[in-house]
Protein backbone atom coordinates (compact mmCIF):
# COMPACT_ATOMS: atom_id res chain seq x y z
CA UNK A 1 0.00 0.00 0.00
CA UNK A 2 1.19 3.74 -0.63
CA UNK A 3 1.40 5.76 2.21
CA UNK A 4 0.16 9.57 1.94
CA UNK A 5 3.69 11.87 0.72
CA UNK A 6 3.48 14.08 4.18
CA UNK A 7 5.79 17.54 4.34
CA UNK A 8 6.14 17.83 8.22
CA UNK A 9 7.59 21.57 9.32
CA UNK A 10 8.86 21.29 12.60
CA UNK A 11 10.29 18.14 12.56
CA UNK A 12 12.82 18.78 15.39
CA UNK A 13 9.82 20.09 17.89
CA UNK A 14 8.27 18.95 20.58
CA UNK A 15 5.28 18.19 17.78
CA UNK A 16 6.74 17.69 15.25
CA UNK A 17 9.44 15.15 16.44
CA UNK A 18 6.42 13.14 18.11
CA UNK A 19 4.48 13.45 14.94
CA UNK A 20 7.21 11.91 13.17
CA UNK A 21 7.96 9.37 16.11
CA UNK A 22 4.07 7.98 16.29
CA UNK A 23 2.56 8.44 12.54
CA UNK A 24 6.17 6.89 10.39
CA UNK A 25 3.46 3.82 9.62
CA UNK A 26 0.78 5.72 8.06
CA UNK A 27 2.50 8.52 6.52
CA UNK A 28 5.45 8.50 4.35
CA UNK A 29 6.71 11.80 6.04
CA UNK A 30 9.53 14.42 4.51
CA UNK A 31 10.60 15.75 8.05
CA UNK A 32 12.10 19.45 7.69
CA UNK A 33 13.28 22.01 10.24
CA UNK A 34 14.90 25.01 10.49
CA UNK A 35 18.39 23.50 11.91
CA UNK A 36 18.30 20.09 9.69
CA UNK A 37 19.11 18.26 13.22
CA UNK A 38 17.71 14.46 14.03
CA UNK A 39 17.58 13.50 10.57
CA UNK A 40 15.32 16.50 9.46
CA UNK A 41 16.02 18.41 5.85
CA UNK A 42 16.78 21.81 6.69
CA UNK A 43 14.65 24.79 5.07
CA UNK A 44 14.60 28.32 6.48
CA UNK A 45 11.03 29.16 6.07
CA UNK A 46 11.79 32.87 6.70
CA UNK A 47 13.56 32.24 3.72
CA UNK A 48 11.91 33.18 0.33
CA UNK A 49 13.74 30.71 -1.64
CA UNK A 50 13.70 27.94 0.94
CA UNK A 51 10.08 28.07 1.03
CA UNK A 52 9.59 28.21 -2.76
CA UNK A 53 11.65 25.35 -3.31
CA UNK A 54 10.13 23.44 -0.07
CA UNK A 55 7.02 23.86 -2.47
CA UNK A 56 8.11 22.83 -5.74
CA UNK A 57 7.81 19.07 -4.34
CA UNK A 58 4.88 16.96 -4.25
CA UNK A 59 3.10 15.81 -1.40
CA UNK A 60 -0.19 14.93 -0.85
CA UNK A 61 -0.35 16.49 2.97
CA UNK A 62 0.65 19.38 4.31
CA UNK A 63 1.37 19.22 8.30
CA UNK A 64 2.96 22.46 9.87
CA UNK A 65 4.43 22.19 13.18
CA UNK A 66 7.01 25.09 12.78
CA UNK A 67 6.59 28.24 15.45
CA UNK A 68 8.02 30.28 17.55
CA UNK A 69 6.11 28.55 20.10
CA UNK A 70 7.36 29.95 23.28
CA UNK A 71 5.70 33.90 24.31
CA UNK A 72 8.86 35.06 25.87
CA UNK A 73 10.93 34.04 22.57
CA UNK A 74 8.54 36.39 20.06
CA UNK A 75 9.10 38.89 22.34
CA UNK A 76 12.62 38.97 21.83
CA UNK A 77 12.20 38.93 17.86
CA UNK A 78 9.04 39.83 17.52
CA UNK A 79 9.79 40.57 13.54
CA UNK A 80 10.58 36.50 12.99
CA UNK A 81 7.85 35.55 15.04
CA UNK A 82 5.42 37.19 12.55
CA UNK A 83 6.87 35.50 9.90
CA UNK A 84 6.83 32.26 11.28
CA UNK A 85 3.98 31.97 12.98
CA UNK A 86 1.85 34.02 10.86
CA UNK A 87 3.30 34.83 6.83
CA UNK A 88 4.04 31.49 6.73
CA UNK A 89 1.81 29.49 7.29
CA UNK A 90 -0.60 31.87 4.91
CA UNK A 91 1.33 30.96 2.48
CA UNK A 92 1.59 27.37 2.62
CA UNK A 93 -2.23 27.92 2.82
CA UNK A 94 -2.38 29.77 -0.44
CA UNK A 95 -0.01 26.99 -1.73
CA UNK A 96 -2.16 24.13 -0.08
CA UNK A 97 -6.09 25.70 -1.89
CA UNK A 98 -3.88 25.75 -5.28
CA UNK A 99 -3.02 22.85 -5.45
CA UNK A 100 -5.90 21.02 -3.48
CA UNK A 101 -3.77 19.70 -0.68
CA UNK A 102 -5.09 18.93 2.51
CA UNK A 103 -3.55 21.25 5.23
CA UNK A 104 -3.36 20.74 9.19
CA UNK A 105 -1.59 23.89 11.20
CA UNK A 106 -1.71 24.17 15.00
CA UNK A 107 -2.98 26.98 16.98
CA UNK A 108 -2.87 27.83 20.41
CA UNK A 109 -5.41 28.90 24.06
CA UNK A 110 -3.33 31.35 24.05
CA UNK A 111 -5.27 33.13 21.36
CA UNK A 112 -8.07 33.63 24.20
CA UNK A 113 -7.71 36.14 26.55
CA UNK A 114 -8.16 33.81 29.73
CA UNK A 115 -11.49 36.64 31.04
CA UNK A 116 -14.88 34.10 30.04
CA UNK A 117 -14.49 30.61 30.35
CA UNK A 118 -14.99 28.10 28.78
CA UNK A 119 -14.11 28.26 25.84
CA UNK A 120 -15.15 26.83 22.39
CA UNK A 121 -14.44 26.59 18.80
CA UNK A 122 -16.51 29.59 18.20
CA UNK A 123 -15.82 31.98 21.74
CA UNK A 124 -14.02 34.91 20.64
CA UNK A 125 -10.30 35.30 20.78
CA UNK A 126 -8.46 38.27 22.25
CA UNK A 127 -4.86 37.45 22.98
CA UNK A 128 -3.01 38.67 26.00
CA UNK A 129 0.83 38.24 24.24
CA UNK A 130 2.78 39.05 20.97
CA UNK A 131 2.80 35.03 20.30
CA UNK A 132 -1.23 34.77 20.93
CA UNK A 133 -1.54 37.80 18.11
CA UNK A 134 0.79 36.03 15.63
CA UNK A 135 -0.96 32.26 16.06
CA UNK A 136 -4.74 34.51 16.11
CA UNK A 137 -4.06 36.42 12.98
CA UNK A 138 -2.24 33.49 11.28
CA UNK A 139 -6.00 31.19 11.85
CA UNK A 140 -7.29 33.70 10.17
CA UNK A 141 -5.20 34.29 7.53
CA UNK A 142 -5.10 30.11 6.91
CA UNK A 143 -9.26 30.62 6.97
CA UNK A 144 -9.62 33.52 4.32
CA UNK A 145 -7.27 31.79 2.05
CA UNK A 146 -8.61 28.05 2.53
CA UNK A 147 -11.16 27.24 4.23
CA UNK A 148 -10.81 23.82 4.11
CA UNK A 149 -7.80 24.08 5.90
CA UNK A 150 -7.72 22.09 9.41
CA UNK A 151 -6.53 24.53 12.53
CA UNK A 152 -5.81 21.90 15.44
CA UNK A 153 -5.91 24.28 18.45
CA UNK A 154 -4.41 23.06 21.47
CA UNK A 155 -3.09 23.49 24.96
CA UNK A 156 0.16 22.78 27.12
CA UNK A 157 1.96 19.88 25.73
CA UNK A 158 2.65 17.16 28.13
CA UNK A 159 4.32 13.73 27.65
CA UNK A 160 7.63 12.23 26.60
CA UNK A 161 9.16 13.48 23.32
CA UNK A 162 12.38 12.59 21.73
CA UNK A 163 13.22 16.60 20.39
CA UNK A 164 15.71 19.51 20.56
CA UNK A 165 12.99 20.93 23.05
CA UNK A 166 11.03 19.59 26.28
CA UNK A 167 7.62 19.66 27.30
CA UNK A 168 6.41 21.32 30.22
CA UNK A 169 5.51 18.03 32.23
CA UNK A 170 9.24 16.96 31.46
CA UNK A 171 10.35 19.63 32.76
CA UNK A 172 8.39 19.34 36.10
CA UNK A 173 9.85 15.30 36.26
CA UNK A 174 13.26 16.13 35.46
CA UNK A 175 12.68 19.50 38.59
CA UNK A 176 14.26 22.03 35.34
CA UNK A 177 11.21 23.92 36.30
CA UNK A 178 10.07 24.34 40.24
CA UNK A 179 7.85 27.58 40.66
CA UNK A 180 4.40 26.62 39.10
CA UNK A 181 0.84 28.70 39.06
CA UNK A 182 -1.69 28.38 41.19
CA UNK A 183 -4.21 30.74 39.22
CA UNK A 184 -3.47 29.59 35.62
CA UNK A 185 -5.86 27.31 34.59
CA UNK A 186 -4.79 25.01 31.27
CA UNK A 187 -6.11 21.95 29.52
CA UNK A 188 -2.61 20.04 29.75
CA UNK A 189 -2.59 17.83 26.40
CA UNK A 190 -1.01 14.30 25.70
CA UNK A 191 1.04 15.12 22.80
CA UNK A 192 0.59 11.47 22.06
CA UNK A 193 -2.65 11.64 22.20
CA UNK A 194 -2.80 14.40 19.92
CA UNK A 195 -0.54 13.58 17.48
CA UNK A 196 -2.15 10.02 17.15
CA UNK A 197 -5.59 11.68 16.93
CA UNK A 198 -4.63 13.17 13.41
CA UNK A 199 -5.10 11.23 10.90
CA UNK A 200 -8.69 10.47 12.19
CA UNK A 201 -9.37 14.10 12.12
CA UNK A 202 -8.55 14.15 8.03
CA UNK A 203 -10.61 10.21 7.86
CA UNK A 204 -13.42 12.56 9.33
CA UNK A 205 -12.94 15.44 7.09
CA UNK A 206 -12.31 18.09 9.92
CA UNK A 207 -11.48 21.23 8.62
CA UNK A 208 -11.98 24.75 10.28
CA UNK A 209 -10.51 25.67 13.69
CA UNK A 210 -10.96 22.61 15.90
CA UNK A 211 -9.94 22.29 19.68
CA UNK A 212 -8.08 19.14 20.50
CA UNK A 213 -6.81 19.14 24.04
CA UNK A 214 -6.70 17.57 27.22
CA UNK A 215 -10.31 16.82 29.11
CA UNK A 216 -9.89 18.84 31.79
CA UNK A 217 -8.67 22.24 32.90
CA UNK A 218 -6.13 22.35 35.65
CA UNK A 219 -4.40 24.73 37.46
CA UNK A 220 -0.47 24.51 36.10
CA UNK A 221 0.35 23.79 40.09
CA UNK A 222 -2.53 20.87 40.48
CA UNK A 223 -0.96 19.37 37.34
CA UNK A 224 2.33 19.48 38.37
CA UNK A 225 1.68 18.30 41.59
CA UNK A 226 -0.24 15.30 40.56
CA UNK A 227 2.31 14.37 38.00
CA UNK A 228 4.64 14.05 40.58
CA UNK A 229 2.63 11.94 42.93
CA UNK A 230 1.87 9.73 39.96
CA UNK A 231 5.51 8.97 39.13
CA UNK A 232 6.10 8.36 43.19
CA UNK A 233 7.67 11.74 43.22
CA UNK A 234 7.83 14.49 46.59
CA UNK A 235 5.73 17.17 45.18
CA UNK A 236 6.66 19.29 48.23
CA UNK A 237 9.86 21.10 46.39
CA UNK A 238 7.32 22.94 43.87
CA UNK A 239 7.21 26.71 44.62
CA UNK A 240 3.51 27.61 44.31
CA UNK A 241 3.52 31.00 42.74
CA UNK A 242 1.27 33.64 41.13
CA UNK A 243 1.32 34.47 37.19
CA UNK A 244 2.92 37.68 36.31
CA UNK A 245 0.08 40.10 35.41
CA UNK A 246 -1.48 39.76 32.25
CA UNK A 247 -1.20 35.99 32.29
CA UNK A 248 -4.00 34.72 31.06
CA UNK A 249 -5.64 32.78 34.02
CA UNK A 250 -8.67 30.84 33.04
CA UNK A 251 -8.03 29.34 29.68
CA UNK A 252 -10.40 26.00 30.08
CA UNK A 253 -11.02 24.81 26.57
CA UNK A 254 -14.64 23.06 26.09
CA UNK A 255 -13.89 21.89 22.26
CA UNK A 256 -15.38 19.27 20.25
CA UNK A 257 -12.70 16.64 20.47
CA UNK A 258 -11.24 15.69 23.56
CA UNK A 259 -8.08 13.87 24.72
CA UNK A 260 -7.83 11.52 28.33
CA UNK A 261 -5.14 12.94 30.60
CA UNK A 262 -2.30 10.81 31.31
CA UNK A 263 -2.21 11.69 35.26
CA UNK A 264 -6.12 12.16 35.40
N1 LIG B 1 4.42 23.66 23.07
C1 LIG B 1 3.19 23.82 23.51
O1 LIG B 1 2.89 23.58 24.70
C2 LIG B 1 2.11 24.32 22.56
C3 LIG B 1 0.84 24.63 23.08
C4 LIG B 1 -0.17 25.05 22.21
C5 LIG B 1 0.09 25.15 20.85
N2 LIG B 1 1.33 24.86 20.37
C6 LIG B 1 1.56 24.99 18.91
O2 LIG B 1 1.94 23.71 18.42
C7 LIG B 1 2.86 23.86 17.33
C8 LIG B 1 4.12 23.07 17.65
O3 LIG B 1 4.72 23.61 18.82
P1 LIG B 1 6.03 22.93 19.45
O4 LIG B 1 6.02 23.26 20.90
O5 LIG B 1 6.15 21.54 19.00
O6 LIG B 1 7.17 23.83 18.75
P2 LIG B 1 8.71 23.75 19.06
O7 LIG B 1 9.04 22.58 19.90
O8 LIG B 1 9.16 25.09 19.54
O9 LIG B 1 9.35 23.49 17.62
C9 LIG B 1 9.37 24.49 16.65
C10 LIG B 1 9.87 23.94 15.33
O10 LIG B 1 9.91 25.03 14.39
C11 LIG B 1 11.15 24.97 13.68
N3 LIG B 1 11.59 26.28 13.23
C12 LIG B 1 11.87 27.36 13.99
N4 LIG B 1 12.31 28.37 13.20
C13 LIG B 1 12.32 27.87 11.92
C14 LIG B 1 12.68 28.42 10.66
N5 LIG B 1 13.12 29.69 10.51
N6 LIG B 1 12.56 27.64 9.55
C15 LIG B 1 12.11 26.36 9.67
N7 LIG B 1 11.73 25.80 10.83
C16 LIG B 1 11.86 26.55 11.94
C17 LIG B 1 12.13 24.41 14.72
O11 LIG B 1 13.22 23.87 14.02
P3 LIG B 1 14.75 24.01 14.55
O12 LIG B 1 14.68 24.17 16.03
O13 LIG B 1 15.38 22.75 14.09
O14 LIG B 1 15.28 25.23 13.89
C18 LIG B 1 11.29 23.35 15.40
O15 LIG B 1 11.33 22.14 14.66
C19 LIG B 1 3.09 25.36 17.17
O16 LIG B 1 2.23 25.85 16.17
C20 LIG B 1 2.68 25.94 18.53
O17 LIG B 1 2.25 27.27 18.40
C21 LIG B 1 2.35 24.44 21.19
Known sequence: MNLPRVLLTGATG???????EDLSERWNISPVSGSGLMGTEAFDLLSLKDMEQLLKQDFDLIVNTAAISEP???????????????LWPRRLAIHCSAQSIPMIHFSTD??????????????????????????LIADRFVLNRYPEALIVRTSVLCGEVNSTR????????????????????????????????????????????????????QSRSAYAEELLRNAGKDP????LTYAPPHTPSKLHLRGRTTLLQLNG
Open 14 to 20: RLGSTIR
Open 72 to 86: SKCLLDPVKSWRLNT
Open 110 to 135: LVYSGGIPPYTESSPAVPASLYGWTK
Open 166 to 217: TTFSQDILAGRVRNVYVDCWRNHTPIHGLAGILPDLLERSFSGIQIVAGKYA
Open 236 to 239: SGLI
